[in-house]
């Protein structure tokens, strides 16, 4: 799922990274990974330049349209808190006005994204979403990141989170046959395999035999957090 595709209200103001999640804006931390909801616009764009490149588009199938250009990508996932104020202000004013606007979480939201950053460096690692009515996730990680164990990482923190902050007690994911690479991260995280569609429709209409996999049942909890 991309970033885009989530409603949200918008607002002026960029909050903070909080320390735990509140105001309707998620937060979790692994070894090497936290994860968060999307701040705002700009945090959107850098979590679908994650998946920009044509490695990752040869997977996902969006339409080529839709898909960042790949100077705007390096340039979108090289920000960190400290220079991002500096990168914002490379892009016209129009531009930049609308990457500034916050992204404020609604109660009718059909899903929730996460951004993945590092931990140490605070630039974007990956990104993941749970959509709340086919109970799925999806994962994407950046080009810098990828065969270094954080797609595992990535997956096994998206599906805590929709166990545990978002009270589901199971959840699938699904990915072509032939990527071993998620496969063995959906597999390594934990996800076994199960029942699904064996062909899937790439939004760019390419067919492509899928497999998929679970994680749970596990006793699901909600976050107390709220929309502000």
């Not at 616009?41 to 997977?59: C, F, N, P, S």
């Not at 220079?83 to 892009?91: G, I, V, Y």
Request: hydrophobic share 40%.
């Amino acid at each position: 799922m991309k970033i885009s595709t989530l409603w949200h209200r918008a607002a002026r103001r960029t909050p903070l990274v909080p320390d735990r999640c509140d105001g309707g804006y998620h937060v979790l931390r692994t070894a090497r990974l936290v994860l968060r909801t999307p701040r705002d616009h700009l945090d959107a764009a850098i979590g679908e330049a994650v998946a920009a490149d044509t490695e990752a588009q040869r997977w996902l199938g969006w339409p080529a349209e839709s898909v960042i250009g790949s100077r705007v990508a390096e340039h979108l996932l090289g920000i960190d808190d400290d220079n991002r104020a500096e990168r914002l202000r490379s892009f016209r004013a129009p531009v930049r006005r609308r990457l500034a606007r916050r992204l404020v979480p609604a109660d009718d939201n059909p899903g929730h994204a996460l951004l993945a950053v590092d931990a140490v460096t605070g630039r974007a690692v990956g990104m993941s979403s749970v959509t709340l009515d086919e109970t799925t996730i999806g994962l994407q990680i950046a080009p810098a990141y990828r065969r270094q164990g954080l797609g595992t990482e990535l997956a096994r923190a998206t599906a805590r989170f929709a166990h545990d902050h978002l009270g589901l007690e199971l959840v699938r994911a699904a990915t072509e046959k032939s990527n071993d690479h998620c496969r063995q991260a959906l597999t390594t995280a934990g996800f076994l395999p199960c029942d699904g569609p064996a062909r899937h429709t790439l939004p760019d209409g390419r067919i492509i035999d899928s497999v998929w996999y679970q994680h749970g049942p596990n006793e699901p909890t909600l976050c107390t957090t709220r929309p502000a």
